[in-house]
């Protein structure tokens, strides 16, 4: 495949992954559309009549779902999605994936058979949470509060899986893979809050709150239904201890070794990312 001549979509193209997708893309010359509500032309998951539009003259497309495979009704949207890309002539498929999420592997099974080349980016809980989701604030305030329960993480870095999805989507030799993408090692959720806390040489205090205690939390501030049940879902079912094992992903699709967390948190602290106003 020549890279310069193919356009790729990235669907969540405005997110921790889409953006620096896109950026790396552009850096390298090639075409790139964005695929979110505020590009255009639109793309809009509840608007089917969106999609042709936003995939024609489409080689490649990286399918970030929101908010998460795991939402009823994500693996049918997501049938329907690959059904379009193939009757619109796209030939590779990159999907992020949630690694411990059964629903997310049948989304995964979807792509696999959908007919067109495929690669599986089943990614673990991202750095990125602390510092460009839900996470942020609390760090900011001083004091990270989840039900995490001592279970060890191997977080993974958005810039990995940026990399890895650019050459899936740009390089040949990944199609038919499916890359478990974790960091190089396992964190609690007390161990990453306390990183975070060194490099901004700060107390940052961890709470491992209850999950009720911590589902009356968002609903005191304001966080919507849907999106405190995603929360639990990931908190008290995927963070089980099911994900607390290192993937090889980053190593085999990029022969190199992933981030560490501790990169991660010194960087994102020397660019400001968590100072206090
Ligand atoms: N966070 C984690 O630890 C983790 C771990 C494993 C897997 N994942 C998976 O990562 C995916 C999310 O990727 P991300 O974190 O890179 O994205 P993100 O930062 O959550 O950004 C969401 C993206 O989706 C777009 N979007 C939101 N609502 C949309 C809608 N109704 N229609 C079309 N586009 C919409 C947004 O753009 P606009 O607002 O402009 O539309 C934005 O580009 C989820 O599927 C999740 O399961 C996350």
């Known amino acids: 495949m020549n890279d310069t001549n193919t356009q790729v979509l990235v669907l969540g193209g405005t997110g921790k992954t889409g953006h620096r997708i896109v950026d790396r893309l552009l850096a390298r010359g090639v075409p790139v559309r964005v695929g979110s509500r505020s590009a255009q032309p639109p ?4 608007d089917r009549s969106t999609w ?25 949207v997501v049938r329907a999605l690959a059904e379009h890309a193939v009757f619109a002539g796209v030939q590779r498929l990159v999907l992020l994936s949630g690694r411990g999420e059964v629903e997310a592997e049948a989304a995964e099974r979807v792509i696999r058979n959908a007919g067109a080349d495929w690669t599986i980016l089943r990614a673990s809980w991202f750095n990125q949470n602390f510092s460009e989701s839900y996470l942020l604030d609390p760090v900011i305030a001083g004091e990270v509060a989840v039900p995490a329960g001592g279970v060890p993480e191997p977080f993974v870095d958005a810039d990995d899986i940026a990399d890895v999805a650019v050459a899936a989507l740009t390089e040949d030799g990944h199609a038919g893979q499916l890359y ?3 960091g190089p090692r396992m964190l609690t959720f007390a161990e990453a809050t306390a990183e975070i806390g060194k490099a901004l040489d700060r107390e940052i205090a961890f709470v491992d709150v209850s999950p009720n205690e911590y589902a009356a939390g968002l609903a005191a501030e304001g966080v919507p239904d849907d999106v405190t049940e995603l929360l639990m879902y990931l908190f008290t079912t995927v963070l ?25 948190a010194w960087d994102t602290a020397r660019q400001g990312t968590w100072d206090r106003a």
């Open 43 to 46: 793309f809009e998951w509840e």
């Open 180 to 182: 478990e993408l974790t």
């Open 52 to 76: 042709a539009p936003a995939m024609r003259g489409i080689h490649a497309m990286y399918i970030s779902y929101y908010p998460d495979l795991a939402v009823p009704g994500a693996t049918d």
């Open 240 to 264: 089980d201890g099911r994900n607390s094992s290192l993937g090889d992903g980053v190593q085999r699709a990029l022969g190199r070794e992933p981030r560490d967390f501790y990169d991660y």
